[in-house]
C-alpha cells in the first residue's frame, strides 16, 4: 500500500514523498528521471514488495507538490532534500537507485553518504556534460540537442524554449506519448512501452508540470553545470545499468561513468534502450540488494 506525504524540507520549503512496497522492508531511495515527480507505479511497488524493500521516493523542487528553490541547484544540492527525506521517516543506512536525470543524485549520494548508502545503481544514468574524453551528445536524438543547448544559455532562454517545445510533452496523454516523444523513442523503447507503462509515464509527467516547466527547468540547468562532487570519492559498491538501443542517454553515458565511478559494476546491453532497461527493475534491485550486503 502506497502513501504520500509531504515533508518539511530546507528553506521552510516543502518536499513531496511517496512511500511504497514492504513497508518492514530495508529502505530503497529513487530517484526518478527527468521529468520527474512521485507517481504510484505497480511495478515499483510490486518488485520492492517482493524483495523486502520499502520503495521511498520524492518530488524535487519544482516538480509536483514540492516548493521549488530560490534557483536552479546542482545535483549534489540533492542530496539535502534526500537527507531531509531520510530522516523524517527514520531511515539510517539504505540502498539507493537512479534513473535517467536521477542517476547521478543517487551517485551524489553514494558519494557523500557513505556512512548510510550501502549501494548504489545508476539506470541509463546521465554523465557528466564536461566528462573528460566523453562526446556528451554522441548518439543523442536531435530533441534533447536542441534541449541542452538552450539550457546552457541560461534560465530565461532555456524556459521559454521548454514552454514552446516541451510543455506539449507534459500535458500528452498516454496514447499520445509516444508520437510526442519524437525521436527520443527508438523501437525497442517504442516495444517497451506498454498500456500500463504508459499510462504510468503519462501520470508522471501530468504531476511533474503541476507547476509549469520549473522543475524541468532547474533540472535541465544542473544537467549541463558542474555536478559538485567527485566521482572519484565514492567507495560504496556502485552498479552502472545502460543499454545501446537508447537516443535520450547515449551508451556511452554508460560506458564513461563504468569506467570513472571507482570499482563500479558494469550492465552495458546490446538490446536494451532507455525505457525498457528500466523493466529490468526486477534484475537491478536483486543486483543492488547483492551489492549492499543484503
Request: negative net charge; charged residues 20%; hydrophobic residues 45%.
Amino acid at each position: 500500500m502506497s502513501e504520500r506525504l509531504q515533508v518539511p524540507g530546507p528553506d521552510g520549503r516543502s518536499i513531496e514523498v511517496l512511500v511504497a512496497g514492504d513497508p518492514g522492508g530495508f529502505p530503497l531511495l529513487f530517484h526518478g528521471g527527468s521529468p520527474s515527480a512521485v507517481a504510484e507505479f505497480d511495478l515499483f511497488d510490486r518488485t520492492c514488495h517482493d524483495l523486502g524493500l520499502r520503495f521511498v521516493t520524492y518530488s524535487r523542487p519544482g516538480y509536483g507538490a514540492s516548493t521549488p528553490r530560490p534557483a536552479a541547484g546542482a545535483y549534489v544540492d540533492d542530496v539535502e532534500e534526500s537527507t531531509v527525506v531520510l530522516d523524517h521517516l527514520g531511515i539510517g543506512e539504505f540502498l539507493t537507485a537512479g534513473w535517467s536525470g536521477g542517476g547521478p543524485r543517487a551517485l551524489a549520494c553514494a558519494a557523500l553518504l557513505p556512512q548510510r548508502c550501502r549501494a548504489a545503481a545508476s539506470i541509463a544514468g546521465v554523465a557528466p556534460y564536461h566528462g573528460e574524453g566523453l562526446d556528451w551528445f554522441d548518439g543523442m536524438a536531435g530533441e534533447n540537442h536542441d534541449e541542452y543547448h538552450a539550457a546552457e544559455q541560461g534560465r530565461e532562454v532555456y524556459e521559454r524554449y521548454l514552454l514552446e517545445n516541451f510543455l506539449p510533452i507534459l500535458q500528452a496523454s498516454a496514447d499520445e506519448l509516444a508520437e510526442a516523444m519524437g525521436g527520443l523513442v527508438t523501437p525497442v523503447d517504442q516495444a517497451a512501452m506498454t498500456p500500463a507503462f504508459t499510462d504510468w509515464m503519462a501520470r508522471l509527467f501530468h504531476h511533474a508540470g503541476a507547476q509549469g516547466v520549473t522543475g524541468v527547468r532547474d533540472d535541465g540547468i544542473a544537467a549541463v553545470a558542474p555536478w559538485g562532487f567527485d566521482l572519484a570519492d565514492i567507495r560504496v559498491p556502485v552498479a552502472i545499468w545502460q543499454g545501446r538501443q537508447d537516443a535520450m542517454v547515449p551508451f556511452a553515458h554508460g560506458e564513461w561513468l563504468a569506467a570513472h565511478v571507482p570499482g563500479a559494476e558494469a550492465h552495458l546491453f546490446e538490446d536494451q534502450g532507455h525505457l525498457s532497461v528500466l523493466l529490468r527493475f526486477d534484475d537491478v534491485l536483486v543486483d543492488l540488494k547483492r551489492l549492499g550486503g543484503r
